[in-house]
């Protein structure tokens, strides 16, 4: 423990996501200790995310403008839209170079453990975007684990009801690893989107 606004500085930054106690110290001294470290552009910086950042009206990307720019940009595939659980998947997805449709952010995933459910998620503007008939697939890209899967599980569900192709992204086994480091649920998975070699 240290006195009075170092620890604050600690304090506040052990409560961002993924900074224990000792990584907040370290980056606390770090800021403390650098002569050449701009504390005050971290501030402007963080000022402005919060008064210029915000979220996507089509899809609910972060964005500066009303749109964001995948949203904007016309020589996406209309016809496709892949659903994410956070803003920072599409960044993920759009690093492969693979996918060229548009986004479907959620802001979550259901989870009865932490009291979020269905209505909790922007799934109603999901169902909106569907409604013209002019998308053909849509692909579930939520996290393969026990909150993803129930919401890619509802999704499915709510999804048969339209004229839609649905597809679930495949999972198993990572490139490089060990079958005996696996669990069950990645080798079940890796079983199930199996495909014939040859």
């Known amino acids: 423990m240290y006195e009075g606004i170092v620890q604050d500085l600690i304090d506040e930054l052990g409560r961002l996501p993924g900074i224990g106690p000792k990584s907040a110290q370290r980056i606390a001294f770090h800021i403390l200790q650098t002569e050449s470290f701009d504390v005050t552009k971290l ?3 963080l000022l402005a995310v919060r008064d210029k950042v915000k979220f996507c009206e089509v899809c609910g990307n972060v964005s500066e403008q009303d ?3 995948i949203c904007r940009d ?20 759009e690093r492969t170079r693979e996918f060229r449709g548009l986004y479907h952010v959620l ?5 009865p453990i932490d009291g979020i459910g269905p209505d909790d998620l922007r799934i109603r503007q999901l169902m909106q ?4 008939g002019s ?3 849509v692909i579930i890209a939520t996290d393969p684990n026990l909150e993803g899967e129930a919401t890619a599980t509802y999704l499915s569900r709510l999804l048969k009801t ?16 060990d079958l005996e480091y696996a669990d069950e649920v990645t080798l ?10 040859g």
């Open 135 to 137: 998308v053909e697939e």
């Open 162 to 177: 339209l004229e839609i192709k649905v597809s679930r992204l495949a999972s198993g086994l990572p490139v490089g690893g």
């Open 188 to 197: 079940g998975r890796a079983f199930e989107g199996r495909r014939v070699v």
């Open 74 to 93: 016309p020589r996406r595939n209309q016809t496709l839209i892949c659903v994410v659980e956070e803003a920072k998947d599409v960044v993920a997805i």
């Open 43 to 45: 501030a402007e910086t």
């Open 129 to 132: 975007r569907l409604a013209d």
């Open 107 to 111: 802001g979550g995933a259901i989870s």
């Open 67 to 69: 749109r964001c720019s």
